[in-house]
């Protein structure tokens, strides 16, 4: 799975989540610029990424992620296993 | 779109589609139309409730319950209830739900603790949750749901834990069992028994750390669909939702192959093959509903003969008697479950229709609201259902337990077949009241037509014209009565009649006839009753009854017999003679049919 392909994966998980198809996640996308991404939704999340991609991240992956590029950057180490 | 059309909603349902698409999910369920209850749901928490609330509140728009939350602030669930809350007291719940598991278990022994100290610590801990029950119900006059205790996700004492008396396990069971009395001196208290649900989940999943102490839930995420559907189904029954009646296919959904192609020989069923084991267990635990009060009927595409043949199937557990209606025919299962419901006089949103065909589901969820749920293969049916949670119980009484009976009764009432179920209880409920006289002009036709219609319950088969019954009730050498009788459902008209003539002290009885839709209500002792005494006013000491046989009256070969008269003679055919002493009390037979005996 290439890059682009993780983030358009992604991009679908989001809109899903949120309910909302105008949704497009970048690299230096945050919580902060989604306005419905609070911590509480940043749970669901997390299992929706979860379920799509077929991995589990650790503790300290979720509590270090910063942005979604740092989450497509665990995903890929973690499909490539 | 319709209320309650949202399959993703339906057991068994996709967890992760539902955690994924809650948002959108919630969004089309507000949509929809028809009407929904309201209800103010309090969740006082010891864990984080947010995705609870979120999901719950899905399955619950899905049965037609608005709901609107009150949260308690995280962990505060002891504090909202114990202390002044104004908040919690204008928001005035119809239901509160405590949300608490073995994470919230703070007195608990240490091993090498005795008895003594465990006790303590159990009535400790016992306490701390009583107190908070008998606060709220005196608060809030509301149910309270309250979950029990999933096992430890470790056992310090390994096998023993369990078993020790300073077992960690041990001392959350015991707790469990203590609820559990509680909530036997207590309406309005329904455990969650998420102790059951984390062990069918899976426990080391549902107890994954991971998310205690990420975000403080007590349970994964994944498990949380399951828990809050099963929390719904309680709110749901306390608020009266509950399905009430099963309507079940035949052909390999009771019994294994096609009745109408196979023969009922050659049905699976019973403990010979592995399949015939497995429709063996569906079938006791069909009937096991029976006695939670769920009624049975059959709707299933087939000769009516051919699906008895089935029913009566010897390593069936299941038999004609158990269901209420059969429909067995070849019209579109849809069109027979409107009916099912109509002749249940209960609307068809309340059925849950069991079929292993895809197709018939379809039909019967396109054409009606009823439940039709993914059985999945025969192995799997039973949790399936049971795990739906159609017919949760809340409380069990006496009238759930025998609704069935009620029913069917009533039932065979109305359509006025044959075979009444002998339930006093029913009897008395149907406050029959009898007429019962000799011979009067106004009656004449009809009692003639009765003996020329008369093949069953009729002991001797004499044919009378019009005017041989107005000469027997003109001679004064013969005892003639006719009964009528009404209950609360109308007025049966004439429907028993007895023509005896007299020799010397003894009464022959000539003619017995009793019309079959009144089987078994009481009134063939009635109309003895009032025999014995009209024959002692003439003098009469005793009674000759004569029964001949033909190939329909089987049914009163012995019906002399049951009214207390002894054979005195029989010959070849099976004609038989019975003779009854009139003793000196007699003790009236009937005992729910108020007669009345002389014209006003």
Redesign the interface.
């Known amino acids: 799975m290439t890059r682009e392909e993780v983030f358009e994966t992604l991009n679908g998980?989001f809109q899903?989540?949120?309910?909302d198809e105008s949704i497009v996640v970048k690299e230096e996308t945050t919580a902060d610029d989604i306005e419905d991404w609070d911590s509480?939704e940043h749970?669901?999340l997390i299992?929706?990424v979860e379920?799509e991609f077929g991995i589990k991240f650790s503790?300290g992956q979720?509590?270090a992620m910063k942005n979604v590029g740092e989450m497509a950057d665990i995903i890929m180490g973690q499909i490539k296993d | 779109m319709e209320r309650g059309s949202l399959r993703e909603l339906e057991y068994p349902f996709d967890s992760e589609y539902i955690l994924k698409n809650a948002k959108k999910l919630r969004r089309v369920l507000l949509a929809e139309e028809g009407v929904r209850i309201r209800k103010k749901i309090a969740v006082l928490g010891g864990s984080t409730t947010h995705d609870i609330i979120r999901i719950l509140e899905l399955f619950l728009l899905h049965q037609g319950i608005e709901p609107e939350f009150y949260e308690s602030e995280y962990g505060q669930y002891f504090q909202d209830a114990m202390f002044g809350n104004e908040r919690l007291k204008d928001f005035a719940p119809d239901v509160i739900y405590i949300h608490t598991s073995g994470r919230n278990v703070t007195a608990c022994p240490k091993p090498g603790d005795g008895r003594e100290e465990t006790e303590a610590l159990l009535e400790e801990q016992f306490g701390h949750f009583s107190a908070m029950w008998d606060k709220l119900e005196a608060d809030y006059h509301c149910p309270v749901i309250q979950n029990n205790f999933e096992y430890p996700f470790y056992r310090l004492l390994g096998n023993q834990d369990g078993a020790a008396i300073s077992g960690r396990t041990r001392f959350l069971t015991r707790l469990n069992e203590r609820f559990y009395q509680y909530g036997e001196t207590h309406e309005n208290f329904y455990i969650n028994d998420i102790n059951y649900i984390s062990a069918a989940y899976g426990l080391d999943k549902w107890s994954d750390p991971f998310y205690w102490h990420m975000y403080k839930y007590c349970l994964c995420m994944q498990a949380i669909p399951e828990f809050a559907y099963n929390l719904c189904n309680i709110i749901k029954a306390v608020f009266g939702k509950n399905k009430k009646a099963l309507v079940l296919d035949l052909d390999n959904t009771l019994w294994g192959g096609v009745v109408g192609d196979d023969g009922a020989d050659n049905l699976e069923i019973g403990q010979e093959t592995s399949m015939g084991q497995v429709y063996a267990e569906f079938q006791s635990y069909i009937k096991a509903q029976k006695d939670i009060g769920v009624m049975l009927n059959i709707n299933s595409k087939n000769e009516e003969e051919n699906a008895m043949a089935g029913l009566e199937h010897p390593a069936g557990t299941l038999k004609p008697d158990d269901f209420i209606v059969i429909k067995a025919n070849w019209e579109p299962k849809s069109k027979n479950l409107e009916d099912i419901a109509a002749e249940l006089n209960i609307l068809p949103e309340s059925l849950v229709f069991v079929d292993d065909n895809p197709a018939e589901r379809e039909i019967v969820r396109m054409q009606t609201p009823a439940a039709a749920p993914e059985i999945g293969r025969p192995e799997q049916y039973i949790r399936v259902l049971d795990r739906s949670g159609f017919f949760e119980v809340t409380s069990l009484s006496e009238d759930d337990r025998r609704r069935s009976d009620m029913y069917r009764a009533n039932r065979m009432r109305e359509k006025q077949q044959t075979g009444f179920a002998d339930y006093g209880e029913y009897l008395k409920s149907l406050g029959m009241k009898g007429t019962i006289r000799s011979f009067e002009p106004v009656y004449m036709a009809r009692i003639a037509q009765l003996t020329n219609k008369s093949n069953q319950f009729n002991l001797t088969t004499r044919r009378y014209t019009q005017g041989e019954i107005e000469q027997a009730a003109a001679d004064g050498e013969y005892i003639t009565l006719y009964g009528k009788l009404e209950d609360k459902f109308g007025d049966n008209g004439v429907v028993s009649v007895v023509i005896g003539h007299k020799k010397e002290e003894e009464l022959h009885i000539d003619l017995w006839i009793m019309s079959c839709r009144v089987l078994k209500r009481d009134m063939e002792f009635a109309m003895m009753d009032r025999l014995v005494e009209e024959s002692r006013k003439e003098g009469i000491e005793r009674i000759l009854g004569y029964y001949y046989p033909t190939a329909k009256n089987k049914m009163v070969e012995n019906f002399y017999g049951l009214q207390g008269f002894g054979k005195i003679k029989e010959d070849e055919e099976g004609n038989t003679v019975w003779l009854y002493e009139i003793p000196e009390i007699y003790e009236k037979k009937n005992k729910y049919i108020e007669v009345e005996m002389e014209r006003e």
Do not use: E, Y
Not at chain 1, 16 to 19: A, I
């Open positions: 998980v899903d989540v949120f309910d509480l749970i669901n299992a929706a379920q503790m979720v509590v």
